[in-house]
């Protein structure tokens, strides 16, 4: 089985209100939907999980026989979809010490998007931002084309799991960080204006 549901992974870099492409001027490319979703170098599990899947895929693609190979190679030459987050530590936040999955969903399917109670939240949800922790849905596919040979991840489903420190940026200030204000006096001299 090539899906995996990554638990409790921090959201960045989301794409989930209006599919883009990823080189707005390139007219020709497909717009999308995207995320990339990060998880510690300590979750054994998960990185296992999702190299499985990856195997499962190339399987798929190109028998089991050259699976194995084939993502050993995918992998040391970057064209994979889950990545070694060390790789960008230097220019991003919550990067080090991580993985990084780079999932991407078409216009046509986009991702469910969910609330802590599997409700549906609407396509403009503030709820879901760069930095918060969320649960994920992935699907690891095999591409073998034009392009070239990949291993790629289509985002399937986003839920909500809880906030996080904001990436790229501090939050917006809470009501308790400003005064209660007097009321204005607006007896106001019209000769002021004039």
Not at 113 to 138: I, W
Request: glycine share 6%; charged share 30%.
């Amino acid at each position: 089985m090539s899906k995996v549901m990554l638990k409790n992974v921090r959201l960045a870099f989301p794409v989930l209100k209006t599919a883009e492409r990823f080189d707005p001027s390139n007219l020709k490319q497909d717009p999308r939907y995207s995320a990339t979703l990060i998880f510690s170098k300590d979750n054994k599990a998960l990185f296992k999980e999702c190299q499985d899947a990856m195997l499962a895929a190339a399987a798929a693609k190109w028998g089991d026989a050259k699976a194995a190979a084939a993502v050993k190679t995918l992998m040391a030459g970057l064209k994979v979809a889950l990545q070694d987050g060390d790789l960008k530590a230097d220019k991003y936040d919550g990067f080090e010490n991580a993985w990084a999955i780079s999932a991407h969903a078409k216009e046509s399917t986009p991702p469910r998007l969910l609330d802590r109670d599997k409700q549906e939240l609407p396509r403009d949800t503030s709820k879901l931002y760069a930095g918060c922790y969320v649960n994920a849905s992935v699907e690891f596919w095999a591409q073998d084309n034009q392009f070239g040979k990949r291993i790629n991840a289509q985002l399937r489903g986003v839920q909500f799991a809880s906030d996080g420190d904001a990436f790229g940026g501090s939050s917006s200030a809470s009501a308790d960080e400003f005064d209660t204000l007097e009321p204005v006096d607006m007896d106001i001299d019209d000769e002021a204006f004039v």
